[in-house]
């Protein structure tokens, strides 16, 4: 599991806005523009706007939370992202090269795929599922 800590800033019936609370070590590395493992901390980045997550729990603006995320949610979330739309641009532009439509056809093959995918990934629905429990409940389930 993937984990990170989150104070929240609005709460309304079960659906709550939180913004990261710390920096991980993967978030406060010299490399950490360059670097894709920082996974769920690169998420919650400190430059990022606040984002809504559901919480049963009954919590309050300035709440911290515990958030975690399965390791196959994150692979999937970055092959939606990323592979989808690249394997899309590359088979409408190789389909557009066979079709004898040139370089230029092949181009814009690989635009309209690489488009394509993106708007499949975005009208799928499918975002990563992200549990989040108090910090204090989270402390006593582990011990």
């Not at 599991?1 to 993967?26: Q, Y």
């Not at 980045?45 to 984002?51: A, D, G, L, V, Y």
């Not at 939606?80 to 590359?90: C, D, H, K, Q, T």
Request: hydrophobic share 45%.
């Amino acid at each position: 599991m993937i984990e990170t800590s989150a104070r929240v800033v609005f709460s309304n019936k079960g659906d709550v806005l939180v913004e990261p609370t710390m920096e991980s070590g993967c978030g406060s590395c010299r490399s950490k523009s360059s670097c894709g493992v920082s996974g769920l901390g690169k998420y919650f980045s400190s430059n990022r706007r606040p984002i809504a997550v559901k919480c049963d729990a009954n919590v309050q603006a300035g709440d911290e939370l515990q958030l975690t995320m399965s390791e196959g949610d994150l692979l999937k979330a970055g092959l939606l992202a990323y592979l989808l739309p690249s394997v899309l641009a590359l088979i409408v532009a190789g389909v557009a090269a066979s079709l004898g439509w040139g370089d230029l056809g092949a181009v814009m093959g690989m635009v309209i795929g690489f488009v394509a995918g993106f708007l499949l990934v975005r009208l799928s629905g499918w975002v990563p599922h992200v549990v989040a429990q108090r910090k204090n409940e989270f402390s006593k389930g582990d011990q």
